[in-house]
């Protein structure tokens, strides 16, 4: 696992984890079952082979994903979320939903782009494999207070 240290907090390791915002749009397509790169490539457009590769690979070494190797000619390669990676999942609900609530996007504007919902949709019934209930919120998001750290005022000489 690639890690930095940083400051010990589980939101950081996290978000080292995650990495960009290619990781979790993977999540996203193979949360839904298994996709072959060329489907990846598909549905993440305009991401190029290069950095698709490189974040499988990252993902893997995370032990995100595990790559299938089926061989044959033309080869036959298909990735799949392992149980650790299958635990992102809810992270991408929560973030769906403040999608929603900040009304970043909708989900037929992708339809109309792309001609498809993505997997995770909760237009479509893919998204349903993983995530049983997924309401629509309607009421608005209450903000959490951050926690205060007490204030430093004395000076480092070096």
């Known amino acids: 696992m690639r890690r930095r240290k940083i400051d010990g907090c589980p939101i950081a390791g996290a978000l080292q984890l995650i990495g960009d915002k290619w990781t979790m749009l993977v999540v996203r397509d193979l949360s839904a079952g298994p996709k072959r790169t060329t489907e990846l490539l598909e549905d993440?457009?305009?991401?190029s082979?290069?950095?698709l590769?490189?974040?499988?690979r990252e993902m893997e070494?995370?032990?995100l994903l595990?790559?299938?190797n089926y061989g044959g000619?033309?080869?036959r390669v298909e990735y799949e979320l392992t149980e650790r990676g299958r635990r992102l999942i809810p992270l991408l609900d929560a973030l769906m939903k403040?999608?929603?609530?900040?009304?970043?996007?909708?989900?037929?504007?992708?339809?109309?782009s792309a001609g498809y919902y993505c997997d995770f949709c909760p237009?479509?019934?893919?998204?349903?494999?993983?995530?049983?209930?997924?309401?629509?919120?309607?009421?608005?998001?209450e903000p959490v207070e951050p926690i205060r750290r007490r204030q430093d005022d004395s000076i480092v000489l070096l």
């Open 44 to 47: 993440l457009h305009p991401i």
């Open 49 to 51: 082979s290069r950095t």
């Open 53 to 56: 590769m490189g974040r499988l």
């Open 61 to 63: 070494q995370d032990n």
């Open 66 to 68: 595990v790559r299938n």
């Open 73 to 75: 000619l033309p080869r």
């Open 98 to 112: 403040t999608g929603q609530a900040l009304e970043c996007n909708d989900c037929d504007d992708r339809k109309a």
């Open 123 to 141: 237009e479509g019934d893919a998204g349903e494999r993983w995530i049983e209930e997924r309401p629509v919120i309607s009421e608005p998001i």
